[in-house]
């Protein structure tokens, strides 16, 4: 920028010397980063309304004070790696492509304080590999960083890239780390690194792992509380694997794999915290660790596994020659309602695979395992209702021929109440139970009557809220102070940021704008809740059945007992045992008598419980 319009824009507001320097810089087509609108720039300069035109990634013509330019933005030399892109993409991107590492040193020498984070990475390649390469480039780019002896992560800066004085080989990094790091768990992760090395350069190390080996078993010995026990089979395994790699005897070793998952206490949450990578070394174990109970064993950790285990665990029970166990396991779990999600998924992707036919039987594939997938999705649904996907549920309404195979054993009496089943499930939406409904009517056309009856049903329970008194005043207070306080002062601050000037920039404007929308929303879902809302006196409810208003006690036959006071749609408080009428544990009970018998969930489980009394609520208060 000329010096003129540099000593014009100081007299306007002074600047900091280093900052004046900054506008000798800034010109016409120069580069510049701001960190939340990406690379820029620079059109030119207006000296009649003292303003910089800047174009970013947002195509945009954004008009700035130079006093903020020269505050907020970084600007960018010819040499910057971004600015050659501009000038020449073709170059760079072919660089990047096949010299990475070359490129990234450069970048790291470049660099002001000699270093190079991951959050520059991203920023800088994104614009050069794009969005969707990155991820798969910068995964190869980690692997080819990692045998560099000039490239390595800073100690003292958490996924940040430096350059060594000296060449370093692989084996003496790997050791150099281990040497460095105090904490276990670290030590373990590093360690692991050596199993993946060339045997040669192993052998160059070889006085280095046994002094590896010494630490792993100080570790061991310890018993360090850091360590879950996860960690310390893990620990134990690379301990032996660096031994043999030596020479060393390992039987003398305490504690042994064998040892550690004996004294555990719950093989389960032990593979939930291991690698996928040990899942087969891990089921071996159990063979040698527990060679009389080893299928049980097996069964119970396939029973409620998740993920990648649940396939591995059933492949290994297949290598073994336990078809006949794992067919046997479910039909008993299918019978005993026991099926989880996981094991379901299976099953439902490999019913036709020759390869599995003597485990994934004709009489497995029916009504009942349809009954047990929806109760299956309903309760995954109720447990983590911040998942954002049911792998389950996806397979159910991709898989086309999924309902007719499974209605192939029912009669239209199974098919009502499967039907009856999805019509209250919680995960599906409307539109793919439309879908799934149309289904079901494809091979049972009655089933059309039901669930257009049940459809009106449903939509007619929906024009009203069953509500206590004190919850409604409670919405209505909270409508009133929304519409008489929070929304006037969200409109007065509307219009004292847009005072500010220009809104494309006024971060206020946007923020206040962000609150009016979420307010409004607020507003009108209040004025639908309160039209739909009819008071009920809780002193109107009667004891012999389950019903808004009462009190329901129940045994299981662990002869545990439970009690749940069934309230109104705004009253729910379950941290004292309260449940609105509208939650699906309340609907599971509505309408039950003393004796009945029903299934309900308690603390992520499926289980059966008797109703062995029913009161009054206002008589319990």
Same mark, same amino acid.
């Given at each position: 920028?000329?010096?003129?319009?540099?000593?014009?824009?100081?007299?306007?507001?002074?600047?900091?010397?280093?900052?004046?320097?900054?506008?000798?810089?800034?010109?016409?087509?120069?580069?510049?980063?701001?960190? #939340?609108?990406?690379?820029?720039?620079?059109?030119?300069?207006?000296?009649?309304?003292?303003?910089?035109?800047?174009?970013?990634?947002?195509?945009?013509?954004?008009?700035?004070?130079?006093?903020?330019?020269?505050?907020?933005?970084?600007?960018?030399?010819?040499?910057?790696?971004?600015?050659?892109?501009?000038?020449?993409?073709?170059?760079?991107?072919? /660089?990047?492509?096949?010299?990475?590492?070359?490129?990234?040193?450069?970048?790291?020498?470049?660099?002001?304080?000699?270093?190079?984070?991951?959050?520059?990475?991203?920023?800088?390649?994104?614009?050069?590999?794009?969005?969707?390469?990155?991820?798969?480039?910068?995964?190869?780019?980690?692997?080819?960083?990692?045998?560099?002896?000039?490239?390595?992560?800073?100690?003292?800066?958490?996924?940040?890239?430096?350059?060594?004085?000296?060449?370093?080989?692989?084996?003496?990094?790997?050791?150099?780390?281990?040497?460095?790091?105090?904490?276990?768990?670290?030590?373990?992760?590093?360690?692991?690194?050596?199993?993946?090395?060339?045997?040669? !350069?192993?052998?160059?190390?070889?006085?280095?792992?046994?002094?590896?080996?010494?630490?792993?078993?100080?570790?061991?010995?310890?018993?360090?509380?850091?360590?879950?026990?996860?960690?310390?089979?893990?620990?134990?395994?690379?301990?032996?694997?660096?031994?043999?790699?030596?020479?060393?005897?390992?039987?003398? =070793?305490?504690?042994?794999?064998?040892?550690?998952?004996?004294?555990?206490?719950?093989?389960? /949450?032990?593979?939930?915290?291991?690698?996928?990578?040990?899942?087969?070394?891990?089921?071996?174990?159990?063979?040698?660790?527990?060679?009389?109970?080893?299928?049980?064993?097996?069964? !119970?950790?396939?029973?409620?596994?998740?993920?990648?285990?649940?396939?591995?665990?059933?492949?290994?029970?297949?290598?073994?020659?336990?078809?006949? =166990?794992?067919?046997?396991?479910?039909?008993?779990?299918?019978?005993?309602?026991?099926?989880?999600?996981?094991?379901?998924?299976?099953?439902?992707?490999?019913?036709?695979?020759?390869?599995?036919?003597?485990?994934?039987?004709?009489?497995?594939?029916?009504?009942?395992?349809?009954?047990?997938?929806?109760?299956?999705?309903?309760?995954?649904?109720?447990?983590?209702?911040?998942?954002?996907?049911?792998?389950?549920?996806?397979?159910?309404?991709?898989?086309?021929?999924?309902?007719?195979?499974?209605?192939?054993?029912?009669?239209?009496?199974?098919?009502?109440?499967?039907?009856?089943?999805?019509?209250?499930?919680?995960?599906?939406?409307?539109?793919?139970?439309?879908?799934?409904?149309?289904?079901?009517?494809?091979? =049972?056309?009655?089933?059309?009557?039901?669930?257009?009856?049940?459809?009106?049903?449903?939509?007619?329970?929906?024009?009203?809220?069953?509500?206590?008194?004190?919850?409604?005043?409670?919405?209505?207070?909270?409508?009133?102070?929304?519409?008489?306080?929070?929304?006037?002062?969200?409109?007065?601050?509307?219009?004292?940021?847009?005072?500010?000037?220009?809104?494309?920039?006024?971060?206020?404007?946007?923020?206040?704008?962000?609150?009016?929308?979420?307010?409004?929303?607020?507003?009108?879902?209040?004025?639908?809740?309160?039209? /739909?809302?009819?008071?009920?006196?809780?002193?109107?409810?009667?004891?012999?059945?389950?019903?808004?208003?009462?009190?329901?006690?129940?045994?299981?036959?662990? !002869?545990? #007992?439970?009690?749940?006071?069934?309230?109104?749609?705004?009253?729910?408080?379950?941290?004292?045992?309260?449940?609105?009428?509208?939650?699906?544990?309340?609907?599971?009970?509505?309408?039950?008598?003393?004796?009945?018998?029903?299934?309900?969930?308690?603390?992520?489980?499926? #289980?059966?419980?008797?109703?062995?009394?029913?009161?009054?609520?206002?008589?319990?208060?």
């Amino acid at each position: 920028m000329d010096k003129t319009v540099i000593d014009q824009i100081a007299r306007r507001q002074p600047l900091l010397d280093r900052e004046l320097k900054k506008l000798e810089n800034i010109n016409e087509g120069t580069y510049c980063v701001h960190q #939340s609108w990406g690379l820029g720039q620079i059109l030119g300069y207006e000296p009649a309304t003292n303003v910089l035109k800047i174009v970013f990634e947002d195509q945009v013509e954004h008009r700035m004070n130079p006093v903020f330019c020269v505050k907020k933005l970084e600007i960018l030399s010819d040499n910057n790696i971004l600015v050659q892109f501009k000038n020449n993409p073709d170059a760079i991107i072919e /660089k990047a492509k096949n010299e990475p590492v070359m490129l990234i040193r450069s970048l790291i020498e470049d660099s002001p304080h000699g270093e190079l984070a991951l959050s520059e990475i991203e920023f800088i390649f994104k614009r050069i590999i794009g969005e969707s390469g990155f991820r798969r480039w910068w995964s190869n780019v980690k692997k080819l960083l990692t045998k560099d002896p000039l490239v390595t992560l800073s100690p003292k800066r958490l996924n940040t890239y430096i350059l060594r004085e000296q060449p370093v080989s692989v084996e003496d990094d790997i050791v150099d780390q281990i040497q460095m790091h105090k904490d276990p768990i670290k030590k373990i992760e590093i360690a692991t690194k050596i199993l993946n090395l060339p045997p040669e !350069n192993q052998e160059t190390i070889a006085i280095e792992i046994k002094q590896v080996v010494d630490d792993l078993n100080a570790i061991l010995e310890t018993n360090d509380k850091r360590l879950s026990i996860a960690q310390r089979l893990a620990c134990c395994w690379v301990r032996n694997d660096l031994s043999e790699i030596i020479g060393d005897e390992i039987e003398y =070793f305490e504690p042994t794999p064998e040892s550690i998952i004996r004294d555990c206490n719950n093989l389960g /949450k032990l593979v939930e915290e291991l690698p996928s990578i040990y899942y087969g070394r891990f089921l071996l174990l159990v063979t040698c660790a527990f060679p009389d109970e080893w299928e049980s064993r097996c069964a !119970n950790l396939l029973k409620n596994s998740q993920g990648k285990f649940t396939n591995e665990c059933i492949l290994f029970l297949i290598e073994r020659g336990c078809h006949d =166990f794992l067919r046997d396991c479910f039909k008993r779990w299918l019978n005993e309602r026991a099926l989880k999600s996981p094991v379901l998924h299976w099953i439902i992707k490999n019913r036709h695979a020759r390869k599995f036919s003597e485990i994934v039987s004709k009489e497995l594939i029916g009504h009942k395992l349809l009954n047990a997938i929806f109760l299956a999705i309903d309760m995954e649904a109720l447990t983590n209702a911040s998942s954002k996907r049911i792998p389950l549920a996806e397979l159910v309404s991709e898989d086309r021929n999924l309902i007719r195979d499974l209605l192939s054993d029912a009669t239209e009496e199974h098919a009502r109440g499967l039907c009856q089943m999805l019509m209250q499930n919680q995960w599906f939406d409307s539109l793919t139970k439309k879908l799934l409904f149309a289904r079901f009517i494809k091979e =049972f056309p009655a089933v059309q009557m039901l669930i257009s009856d049940k459809l009106s049903d449903k939509q007619g329970m929906d024009v009203s809220l069953m509500v206590s008194r004190e919850s409604f005043d409670a919405k209505k207070r909270e409508y009133e102070v929304l519409v008489n306080e929070k929304i006037p002062a969200n409109k007065k601050a509307i219009e004292v940021a847009r005072e500010h000037g220009d809104l494309s920039e006024n971060s206020e404007y946007k923020m206040a704008r962000q609150d009016q929308s979420i307010l409004l929303s607020r507003r009108d879902q209040l004025e639908i809740d309160l039209k /739909k809302a009819q008071i009920i006196d809780f002193t109107t409810a009667n004891d012999d059945v389950v019903g808004i208003g009462t009190v329901v006690c129940l045994t299981n036959a662990a !002869n545990e #007992s439970a009690e749940y006071a069934i309230l109104g749609a705004w009253d729910g408080d379950p941290d004292n045992n309260a449940l609105s009428y509208k939650t699906p544990l309340a609907q599971a009970l509505l309408a039950k008598q003393v004796g009945d018998d029903v299934e309900i969930t308690i603390g992520g489980q499926t #289980s059966s419980w008797k109703i062995e009394a029913i009161r009054r609520y206002v008589d319990c208060l």
